[in-house]
């Protein structure tokens, strides 16, 4: 500010950011009327019909101007039902993972808990290198990106999951992508939204993706369903309990819904009226019931974890308190939780590795946070720190493994003889790396084994 005798405050919002000025009271009210309003979801329904885009995507295709990326019976999916009743084809097998940034950058256990529990349960699967990053964090976060750069990159990626099997002698489509990061995931169906509602963009798009030679007979694909790893959890929630081989029953847990899952584009969310009544989007807690533990609501479930993209970037103090007042606390103090699970990279991120803050600030709040699919490939016998990987987390972890009967002292010592074993250069892969690198540098036809 011009004003030297007026402390600077730095919001990182532009000068149009207006503090609200509300009372404690008024801003109780406010507070109050969220708990009240969205304890069903009715918040998300109550409201005109929405248009279900497929419908624009099969016009789209029969009058030439797409290609749609269909899952086939060959994905063996099965059917679940979308906020609206609408049907949405979950595939269960032969899936191209589209990793995730933070997922691999800072919490490796998660993608890993992923491929382990599709090995234990023998789901063909490609993991390959050649992908790249969503960009939606950009977009988001600084407003730098577009939605034209947004689409080309989504486009882009999808494409390569429908022609990566030819490395195999495989054909085009076997294998149908399952995106990892809530992000991407919502970034992706808004972005095909967009794609599919406007002609001028897909106008734009098209000479891109020409000149990256990713189109389909000169036309964009398009994919029939955009698929998030937590669905795929869901519809294979009671095949993982058959592999269970910990006891969860005496474990409370709490469920932490990821805004771009189930926020962004909200008729394409999975709800199942056995699952919490239909009042809550059903991936995450539909499994941990699966698995035997006590899903505990508490009043907060709706709120953001406090990650929110800008704010971690020019607020941070803001997103520390928020998840541990908003989230973490409640949880603890409303819920006695053992234990919250996610099912996206920023609020796993954030919920985990903010913890310390309160302890700096003499305000000590302690909660394992960890994704669904690591909760599953633990009580499924995964090696909690070889798989799972949870010396990777800030928040504690021990008193949920010693609850659960896991003997993570002895996991420990074998961890620390198998990191000397990979600095021998001893390696262990969960999957073949000669399958990683499909075109490119590095390149060699793998002929198909099947």
Not at 40 to 69: A, C, P
């Amino acid at each position: 500010m011009d004003n030297k005798d007026t402390p600077q405050r730095l919001t990182g919002h532009g000068s149009e950011w207006r503090d609200a000025g509300l009372t404690a009271e008024q801003a109780q009210t406010a507070t109050s009327w969220v708990e009240a309003h969205v304890d069903k979801r009715s918040m998300l329904t109550n409201k005109d019909r929405v248009e279900d885009v497929r419908d624009i995507m099969w016009q789209l295709e029969k009058d030439g101007e797409i290609l749609v990326h269909r899952v086939r019976d060959e994905h063996q999916p099965k059917m679940v039902k979308t906020l609206y009743g609408w049907d949405k084809k979950i595939p269960t097998t032969q899936l191209w993972h589209h990793k995730s940034c933070g997922q691999c950058g800072n919490i490796p256990g998660y993608p890993t808990s992923l491929l382990w529990l599709m090995n234990k349960m023998e789901i063909k699967y490609l993991d390959e290198t050649d992908q790249t990053s969503c960009t939606a964090w950009n977009y988001h976060g600084s407003g730098i990106g577009n939605v034209e750069s947004l689409a080309a990159v989504f486009l882009r990626n999808f494409h390569q999951a429908y022609v990566s099997a030819r490395a195999q002698g495989l054909p085009d489509g076997y294998f149908y992508p399952l995106v990892h990061c809530g992000t991407s995931f919502g970034n992706y169906k808004e972005i095909r939204g967009y794609l599919l509602q406007s002609a001028e963009l897909r106008e734009r798009v098209t000479k891109i993706l020409g000149k990256l030679d990713r189109l389909v007979d000169g036309k964009l694909l398009i994919p029939e369903e955009v698929v998030h790893y937590s669905e795929w959890l869901h519809v294979m929630r009671n095949d993982i309990h058959n592999h269970q081989e910990v006891d969860c029953s005496n474990i409370r847990s709490t469920i932490h819904p990821a805004c771009h899952v189930y926020k962004m584009v909200p008729e394409d969310a999975i709800y199942d009226d056995s699952i919490l009544e239909g009042n809550r989007v059903a991936v995450s807690t539909g499994l941990m019931e699966a698995l035997g533990t006590q899903v505990i609501d508490y009043s907060t479930w709706y709120d953001c974890c406090g990650f929110g993209f800008r704010h971690i970037i020019s607020e941070r103090e803001f997103t520390r308190s928020f998840a541990i007042d908003r989230k973490v606390r409640v949880a603890v103090e409303e819920a006695n939780a053992d234990v919250m699970i996610g099912h996206d990279t920023g609020c796993i991120t954030t919920l985990d590795k903010n913890q310390w803050i309160g302890k700096a600030d003499g305000k000590d709040v302690e909660l394992p946070i960890i994704a669904d699919c690591q909760f599953a490939a633990l009580v499924c016998g995964a090696h909690p720190y070889k798989i799972v990987q949870l010396h990777w987390h800030a928040s504690p972890v021990e008193a949920l493994m010693d609850k659960l009967g896991i003997d993570w002292k002895t996991a420990k010592t074998e961890f620390e003889a198998y990191l000397k074993e990979v600095e021998a250069g001893n390696q262990e892969n969960l999957y073949d790396p000669r399958l990683m690198v499909t075109s490119g540098p590095g390149f060699k036809k793998i002929a198909n084994a099947s």
